[in-house]
């Protein structure tokens, strides 16, 4: 058996643009990707702390250092800029893996400076 558990989260980042027009996904940049330890394509779950919105979409990768979080095609229509989100992330795990899998969190300022990373606790 296995279990859907947390494997990274963003927290409170701030959403710096939102692009309609394009395909679909999330942009992060790859400072904040590596943080986290996202990979290109990978899904992730979006919760907009602004008005509740909750929605699944992939990551595609951002310039590093721009701190970009962008969100793009109808993922576009889920929040404004400014807004603050966290990005979660998930992992399927044997009971035995996520008995000892530490998640990392990464603590993020209202401009996606990196203020801290952490294990997750409880």
């Known amino acids: 058996m296995t279990f859907e558990m947390l494997y990274s989260k963003i927290h409170r980042a701030t959403v710096s643009d939102a692009n309609l027009n394009y395909v679909g996904s999330i942009t992060i ?3 904040l990707m590596d943080a986290a330890k996202l990979g290109v394509g990978q899904k992730v779950e979006i919760v907009n702390i602004n008005n509740g919105e909750r929605f699944s979409t992939y ?3 951002g310039a590093r250092g721009k701190k970009d979080i962008c969100l793009n095609g109808a993922a576009a229509r889920k929040a404004e800029i400014g807004d603050r989100i966290i990005v979660i992330a998930y992992a399927s795990m044997s009971e035995e893996e996520a008995n000892v899998f530490k998640p990392c969190v990464v603590l993020v300022d209202e401009k ?3 203020e ?3 294990d997750f606790v409880g």
């Open 29 to 31: 940049d790859r400072d």
């Open 59 to 61: 990551v595609i990768e």
């Open 112 to 114: 996606n400076s990196i």
């Open 116 to 118: 801290e990373i952490r």
